[in-house]
């Protein structure tokens, strides 16, 4: 959208068929940051029974995390974008072949997600299927989502989600994080993930932090949660590092945790705190 939309009431925007994004030789540049991008659009219903194709194929064989060549993509497309669309519905919806993230939730409040199907191959580069930053009161329910990193993934500035009734498999779970790169300061809280199954998945619940990041994970429950052939079913990294070269050591800062219930893999209750000072 190239500049703000106000509507009087409730706008709806209904996908029917096949909607397929151009050819990775058909961008402008390889650092596109978007293909479908939403930006304060309140009372948007972003709905309908057809698909969307990201194309995504010809990115992922050109990104730096399989190509180490001169002129490999850094940074691949994001599929749909949202960003400060506030009572926003996101329905009934295909989404497939991502060339990085699925869907993104940016600056959002009061969002509802729910049947959707969002696939992309087990080894396609930082596939999120739903990415959630700096957003408040969301609802992810009744949706299947397989891809090749998180299912749904939530970072700082994140609270009051509830995520109900989802399929994830394959892919890398649902993940808090990463949290705190840099040094920085990062907060996620009040997170609910409920009658929900993980299969084929390198983890379950899991959390990642970056070594010497500051602030706070907490109040997030599991609850009604089945996991089949999951390497991790609970993983929690505070030294969380993508470089192939290792990050340099820092020194160890204290970490709090808090479990107030056991966690086992099926039907379970899963309540921790989570410090970083």
């Not at 990193?149 to 970072?155: A, L, Q, R």
């Not at 705190?180 to 379950?204: C, H, L, M, P, R």
């Not at 340099?248 to 099926?266: D, G, L, N, S």
């Amino acid at each position: 959208m190239g500049r703000d939309m106000q509507f009087k009431w409730r706008y709806t925007n209904h996908v029917e068929g096949s909607i397929v994004a151009p050819e990775v030789g058909k961008w402008n540049n390889h650092g596109a940051g978007k293909w479908l991008s939403f930006e304060r659009i309140d009372g948007l219903v972003f709905t309908g029974s057809g698909s969307m194709d990201g194309s995504g194929s010809g990115w992922w064989v050109r990104t730096c995390k399989f190509s180490h060549t001169q002129g490999c993509a850094s940074s691949s497309p994001t599929e749909i974008h949202f960003s400060r669309c506030n009572d926003l519905t996101v329905s009934n919806l295909s989404i497939m072949n991502s060339p990085q993230m699925s869907l993104v939730v940016l600056r959002c409040e009061n969002v509802y997600i729910n049947q959707l199907k969002i696939t992309s191959p087990e080894y396609s580069p930082n596939t999120d299927g739903i990415h959630l930053s700096e957003s408040q009161n969301v609802r992810i329910q009744n949706s299947i989502i397989g891809t090749g990193d998180d299912c749904i993934s939530i970072s700082d500035g994140t609270s009051n989600v509830v995520i109900d009734g989802i399929t994830c498999g394959p892919g890398h779970g649902i993940s808090i994080g990463s949290l705190g790169e840099d040094q920085s300061t990062a907060t996620v809280e009040k997170i609910s993930v409920s009658n929900s199954y993980f299969f084929n998945t390198t983890n379950g619940a899991r959390i990642k932090t970056w070594q010497g990041g500051k602030g706070y994970v907490r109040s997030i429950s599991y609850e009604n949660i089945a996991l089949s052939n999951v390497t991790n079913p609970i993983i929690i990294d505070q030294y969380y590092c993508l470089k192939e070269s290792g990050c340099p050591a820092q020194v160890r800062t204290h970490y709090h945790f808090v479990f107030r219930k056991q966690i086992c893999c099926r039907n379970t209750i899963f309540i921790f705190f989570l410090k970083i000072k």
